[in-house]
């Protein structure tokens, strides 16, 4: 028989919190950088555009639960009062970064938005997302802008879960998640889930294992990533940016840097030129590293907008390891056997 023991112990503040995202900004700030860029303003979604990914019933649940003193939305998801508008508005900026790039008013854009929303899935809210942001701006995309193949290459280090359940059977939406294997959700993002019915092959989970740095990301891009982008002929690209496959996260253990997440940008605006005419979206997801996660989004805006702050990136220990382990290369080839299933238009 176990005995529930609890122990009241000095609070702690939730490793989400608008403070990554703050410094982000503050970095890009004292970089220089932001004045060079074109600011899209954020809106909040609307009711009928989240209902197209979620339950009415657990978007009023949301609406209830902010306008009292707050709540959790389902798994580790706690929001305080008024946490509803401010998903509303992370929903409603991932979308008006699509739209700006569609009216070619910004040549690409990041969304510097939170809460993040991959986890969420359609009546629950888990890790921290309340609200699918990144595949609510892909559905803008095809339903509001008229977009017939949109592709989400999901880097946050957890799997995409609730991405991969919002377009399991559509054939339309192509997602690849990268993550390290059996992080978060535990058992999530298997190598073996290739979508269902109609989206079959269309959804790519390239799990790697723990450690890994820019070698294995990379090999995962060259291999699997772009030769899908290639089959699939996607008209948008979309970029779910978890910063938290970086060496200093809290809540995973991978090794990217920085400058890692300059060189995969560089090949994520290659594929969208060959592919897409540019049009890349980069929406922001996790990154628990209050300290580093700032340098790795001032690199990937360096990236997309051409400019160089010559901002200093903050790590310690150099690059990450240039040795590709044989477990690391295995996990990748798995993940390519799926490549020729990939829908082509
Ligand atoms: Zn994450």
Redesign the pocket.
């Known amino acids: 028989m176990g005995r529930e023991v609890r122990v009241l112990f000095q609070p702690q503040p939730s490793p989400e919190s608008p403070e990554g995202k703050r410094r982000f900004k503050n970095l890009l700030d004292a970089a220089g950088i932001t004045p060079q860029l074109v600011a899209i303003p954020s809106r909040p979604a609307t009711v009928e555009e989240l209902a197209r990914l979620h339950d009415r019933a657990y978007i009023s649940r949301i609406k209830e639960l902010s306008d009292g003193p707050g709540g959790d939305a389902g798994e580790e998801t706690p929001f305080g009062r008024g946490g509803y508008e401010i998903a509303l508005l992370a929903a409603g900026g991932a979308m008006n970064a699509v739209a700006a790039v569609l009216a070619g008013t910004v040549d690409n854009a990041y969304a510097l938005v939170r809460p993040p929303g991959h986890h969420a899935e359609h009546d629950l809210g888990r890790g921290y997302c309340i609200f699918a942001n990144t595949a609510l701006a892909a559905k803008h995309a095809q339903l509001d802008h008229g977009l017939r193949r949109v592709a989400i290459v999901d880097w946050?280090?957890?799997h995409g879960n609730g991405t991969e359940h919002a377009f399991y059977n559509d054939p339309s939406v192509l997602t690849i998640s990268l993550h390290q294997d059996d992080c978060y959700p535990p058992g999530s993002g298997l190598v073996g889930e290739i979508g269902e019915g109609r989206g079959i092959g269309a959804n790519l989970n390239i799990p790697l294992p723990a450690g890994g740095g820019r070698v294995p990301y990379e090999l995962a891009f060259t291999d699997v990533v772009l030769p899908a982008l290639e089959r699939f002929q996607p008209e948008l690209i979309l970029i779910a940016s978890?910063l938290?496959a970086n060496r200093y996260d809290i809540?995973a253990r991978m090794d990217l840097t920085a400058e890692d997440y300059r060189a995969l940008t560089h090949l994520m605006m290659d594929a969208a030129e060959r592919l897409c005419s540019g049009r890349l979206v980069i929406i922001h997801?996790?990154g628990y590293s209050d300290m580093y996660t700032p340098y790795c989004g001032l690199r990937i805006v360096e990236t997309l907008s051409g400019l160089d702050s010559g901002v200093p990136d903050g790590t310690i220990g150099g690059p990450s390891s240039t040795k590709l382990w044989d477990h690391e290369r295995a996990a990748v080839a798995a993940a390519a056997a799926n490549v020729p299933k990939v829908p082509t238009p």
Do not use: L, P, R, S
């Open positions: 946050d280090v957890h978890g938290d809540n997801e996790g």
